[in-house]
């Protein structure tokens, strides 16, 4: 299948950046990053710059592979990442527009490569269960209820992509740090923490310059682990539930 | 106190401002209505004067007005406020940030909030500076007088008839409206999602009492000015 890819390019985060076009033949068979390893393949016995973009399980756990594919975050399929898009989601002779996630608090770093260490900020101010939990217990040892158990198990499937912020128009990070709290408080070793690790991880979100959540839902449209808004309403609840509850 | 001043100045903070505020207001828009219904009974305007005259003499009516004119200010202030937080922070031009858009995500409501409660604030100012002005701090309007009272009360009832016979005023009125039943169909539903008042067994409710809200309330004011222009 022949395609036209319009690709951004942009050396640095200074650099003002545009669209490039590009022709690539490509297998129906190829996942979205395979096609974009042949593009480069292509572009380097050319000698020009391959596009730089991030990838590294291509199994759809890691979270690296982000693009905005014809606009919408990871492209057209639900519930997948790119690497894990085939080309059969594509026709020959398709015109692809391929973009960078566009957040205020992921400065673009080159081309398709965005700098996604706000993320990781949020998660050092709390994300993170300080006593040392041991081994994995035995089963029933501690006890949980399946629905909590359920709902920290679906919080947990986030990877941090950010996918989120890059398909909310305010540019909000909610989902993720919804998704990390939900994850950690709904665990009876996260319980301890839970109400000062809201706190901390809300007011680190706001200062890395995320939007607001305006409860507008395109964030769980797009994300590739179809985390739903109900942990952002958990994140709300906790968060006013703990600044009313807490010495601090 | 710190703590009141870290909440209120959160993301999430701000957001409760916009949410109690706007449940207030929306508890308001209702309590509005039904009393001005009262325009629609043919006597004359003897019920819906009545009516004007005891919620602008009431000490109560007149000390949660107070707090009514507080809150339509800071959900308005606030709004923006958030409004130009988010076009700073949202990466791009707001909703079409990225140059091709193939799908659009999430209702046009939602996207639009500010835009809408502009609206609704330009049509506040035309429709208070109408009637509240002139009903509160002038003596333009009539007087008639009606056995109970003392003194001739002030006749808000054939100054609402005499507007409503312009055009222009009713056009106003339907814009106003409509901005409102879009503000409200997001509004009161994402009210509850800020406060984290969401659960499957209750969240369906509170969207289909929102939405059946957003329909009715424009609806119903709509036939006061429609029904007077055509009366």
Not at chain 1, 37 to 50: F, G, R
Not at chain 1, 146 to 171: L, M, Q, Y
Not at chain 2, 108 to 126: D, E, P, Q, R
Not at chain 2, 195 to 204: E, F, I, Q
Request: net charge neutral.
């Amino acid at each position: 299948m022949k395609l036209k890819l319009n690709v951004w390019r942009q050396s640095n985060n200074s650099d003002k950046g545009g669209f490039v076009s590009y022709n690539v033949e490509a297998d129906e068979h190829m996942s979205f990053l395979e096609m974009m390893d042949v593009l480069n393949e292509k572009l380097i016995s050319e000698k020009k710059d391959p596009v730089a973009f991030e990838h590294d399980c291509r199994e759809g756990i890691c979270g690296t592979c982000n693009m905005v594919i014809n606009g919408r975050p990871h492209g057209p399929q639900k519930g997948t990442t790119v690497c894990q898009l085939h080309m059969r989601q594509f026709k020959d002779g398709d015109t692809i527009a391929i973009e960078p996630w566009r957040v205020d608090a992921f400065p673009i770093i080159k081309d398709l490569v965005v700098d996604r260490s706000s993320l990781d900020h949020i998660i050092q101010a709390g994300g993170y269960i300080s006593v040392n939990t041991g081994q994995a217990p035995d089963g029933n040892a501690i006890p949980i209820d399946k629905e909590e158990a359920s709902a920290a198990f679906d919080a947990a499937t986030c990877i941090g992509c950010g996918a989120c912020a890059a398909a909310c128009p305010n540019g909000s990070a909610m989902l993720f740090t919804s998704a990390k709290v939900a994850h950690l408080g709904k665990l009876p070793q996260g319980k301890v923490e839970h109400k000062k690790r809201v706190q901390k991880m809300v007011a680190q979100m706001d200062k890395e310059g995320f939007g607001f959540c305006s409860n507008v839902g395109a964030c769980e449209v797009e994300c590739p682990k179809e985390i739903s808004t109900e942990n952002i309403a958990m994140l709300n609840r906790s968060y006013l539930g703990s600044m009313m509850s807490t010495n601090d | 106190m710190k703590w009141i001043i870290n909440l209120l100045t959160s993301s999430i903070g701000q957001k409760l401002v916009m949410s109690l505020t706007g449940l207030f207001l929306i508890s308001f828009v209702i309590v509005h209505l039904i009393g001005n219904l009262q325009l629609l009974v043919d006597d004359g305007g003897y019920a819906f004067n009545t009516y004007a005259y005891f919620m602008t003499n009431n000490p109560l009516i007149k000390t949660i007005s107070l707090g009514l004119y507080f809150f339509i200010l800071l959900h308005a202030v606030q709004g923006l406020l958030i409004y130009f937080t988010n076009k700073k922070k949202s990466g791009g031009k707001s909703a079409s940030k990225y140059a091709v858009r193939t799908y659009e995500n999430g209702s046009w409501a939602s996207k639009n909030m500010a835009l809408l409660g502009t609206l609704i604030l330009f049509f506040l100012c035309v429709h208070m500076g109408d009637f509240w002005y002139k009903m509160k701090f002038t003596d333009d309007l009539a007087m008639v007088t009606y056995d109970g009272y003392d003194q001739p009360i002030k006749d808000l009832y054939t100054r609402v008839s005499v507007a409503f016979q312009e055009l222009w005023i009713v056009a106003v009125y339907l814009v106003g409206l409509f901005a409102l039943a879009f503000h409200l169909m997001h509004g009161f539903s994402s009210a509850f999602q800020t406060l984290g008042l969401r659960h499957k067994k209750y969240t369906p409710l509170i969207n289909g009492i929102g939405i059946t809200l957003s329909v009715i309330i424009p609806l119903a004011y709509a036939v006061i000015p429609i029904w007077s222009y055509f009366k």
